[in-house]
């Protein structure tokens, strides 16, 4: 099971760090991610981190959004930094990459909403 949390409202240039907490195995040996979704718009896979910790992030958030693990804890970060009102999401933590924002375990998602 995947639980995110830390989401909420911000201004824009503000920062927001996303926890998810995971249980029930260990994800250490997975790929895991964070994938966000706006109301109409396509969901979009912001960062993914490998079990031998290669990151990879989308151009939009290169540079702003930092994915990390601790492996001991089970626990995915996602630190946000210089938030833009584009980044107003559903953002949802995810494990065992199959493809692009295509994963096999999904948490219920976090909200995050940045005002300008």
């Known amino acids: 099971q995947l639980m995110e949390s830390g989401g909420g409202s911000v201004q824009a240039g503000g920062s927001l760090t996303l926890s998810c907490a995971a249980s029930g195995d260990t994800f250490s040996t997975y790929c895991m991610g964070w994938v966000r979704q706006a109301p109409g718009k396509e969901r979009e896979e912001v960062a993914s981190?490998?079990?031998?910790?290669?990151?990879t992030y989308a151009n939009s958030v290169e540079g702003r959004f930092t994915i990390s693990m601790n492996n001991a804890k089970n626990i995915l970060y996602l630190q946000m930094n210089s938030l833009t009102p584009e980044d107003t999401a559903m953002y949802y933590c995810?494990?065992?990459?199959?493809?692009?924002?295509?994963?096999?375990?999904w948490g219920q998602g976090t909200q995050v909403t940045v005002s300008s």
């Open positions: 981190i490998a079990s031998d910790g290669k990151t």
């Open positions: 995810a494990a065992d990459c199959f493809g692009y924002a295509d994963f096999g375990h």
